[in-house]
């Protein structure tokens, strides 16, 4: 409890770092901010115990792992409540429990 309430605001620091160097590295792990990333994701685990999951388009949403930020139409109701994309990964712990939700758009069914 109390170390958890201790270390928070670093690990909301270092995701939000992590989001900057995704933003500017654009998927490129070659570049400094990719490379950056990259280090930044080993001291996470490492010292932190937080792994990166990105959930994939056609994944079922879930409420307790995925936070939607948007909605993209859909004419197959089939894909209705599925996740369209990610737009930022999330973030759990060794033991399961989120520390961060992924952000992702969610298909919604719009009838034609």
């Known amino acids: 409890g109390e170390f958890a309430s201790a270390v928070a605001p670093l690990h909301i620091s270092l995701l939000r770092l ?9 998927g490129d792990t070659a ?20 792994t990166p999951f990105e959930p994939r388009a056609g994944e079922r949403f879930d409420s307790t792992r995925h936070a939607g930020v948007g909605r ?8 209705e409540g599925t996740v369209a994309r990610t737009l930022r990964p999330g ?13 992702v ?6 009838s034609r």
Do not use: K, N, W, Y
């Open 91 to 103: 973030f759990e712990r060794a033991d399961g429990t989120i520390a961060r939700a992924a952000h």
């Open 72 to 79: 993209v139409a859909t004419v197959d109701p089939e894909a």
């Open 31 to 50: 570049s400094v901010a990719g490379m950056l990333r990259v280090q930044l994701l080993q001291i996470l685990d490492t010292a932190a115990g937080l």
């Open 105 to 110: 758009e969610v298909h919604r069914f719009e």
């Open 18 to 26: 992590h989001d900057q160097m995704m933003a500017l590295a654009a």
